[in-house]
T-cell receptor
Framework: DTGVSQDPRHKITKRGQNVTFRCDPI?????LYWYRQTLGQGPEFLTY????????KSRLLSDRFSAERPKGSFSTLEIQRTEQGDSAMYLC????????????FGPGTRLTVL | ELKVEQNPLFLSMQEGKNYTIYCNYS?????LYWYRQDPGKSLESLFV?????AVKQEGRLMASLDTKARLSTLHITAAVHDLSATYFC???????????????FGSGTRLQVQP
């Protein structure tokens, strides 16, 4: 399968713990995006990478959130000191640099903070 | 700030009926995407609309784009139960500060097709 993959698919954690999610984009895509989706809403942009450079971060991305994309391949999203409000589906998407901006989404990681 | 509004937010319809979902947006854009999402699943790309007057059809779904009216529609013909899902439109714009193309999603339309 050559689509976007994410790991884990589900994560349950206690408030205050740190969690890390991984995203593997489609191999020839050098743009990578993280989104957060809460129940009944559309995805909201969190951050964007072109190759290994993190070019943009949303105001939604508080200091407790950090994202990396070493070597421009897979990406990780870490949430420190989780809060119940962090419970959501975290989606990763990738796209090509050239052509239109069609983004292909991974299956998502559903985070539940107890 | 770009606003993307979909209506209706919830739609219950019987098999065999036709209906249209509307997506209005508040700023200039010439690109719009429609995605489908099944419960607990990720987003599946349905249509990419790249210019004013663009019309795409796949099976019982047809999408169109009117950039002057800032409106896209997703028309469902003779609905079947398998079309039950949430449908999102996403408007593609260039962010002024970074020059990056960005997607802004609507809240989604949850479609239930009753047998």
């Amino acid at each position: 399968d050559t689509g976007v993959s994410q790991d884990p698919r589900h994560k349950i954690t206690k408030r205050g713990q740190n969690v890390t999610f991984r995203c593997d984009p489609i191999s020839e895509h050098n743009r990578l995006y993280w989104y957060r989706q809460t129940l009944g809403q559309g995805p909201e942009f969190l951050t964007y990478f072109q190759n290994e450079a993190q070019l943009e971060k949303s105001r939604l991305l508080s200091d407790r959130f950090s994202a990396e994309r070493p070597k421009g391949s897979f990406s990780t999203l870490e949430i420190q000191r989780t809060e119940q409000g962090d419970s959501a589906m975290y989606l990763c998407a990738s796209s090509r640099t050239r052509g239109y901006n069609e983004q292909f989404f991974g299956p998502g990681t559903r985070l539940t903070v107890l | 700030e770009l606003k993307v509004e979909q209506n209706p937010l919830f739609l219950s319809m019987q098999e065999g009926k036709n209906y249209t979902i509307y997506c209005n947006y508040s700023t200039t854009s010439d690109r719009l995407y429609w995605y489908r999402q099944d419960p607990g699943k990720s987003l599946e790309s349905l249509f990419v609309l790249l210019s004013n007057g663009a019309v795409k059809q796949e099976g019982r779904l047809m999408a169109s784009l009117d950039t002057k009216a800032r409106l896209s529609t997703l028309h469902i013909t003779a609905a079947v139960h398998d079309l039950s899902a949430t449908y999102f439109c996403a408007v593609d714009t260039i962010k002024g500060d970074t020059g990056r193309r960005a997607l802004t999603f609507g809240s989604g339309t949850r479609l239930q097709v009753q047998p």
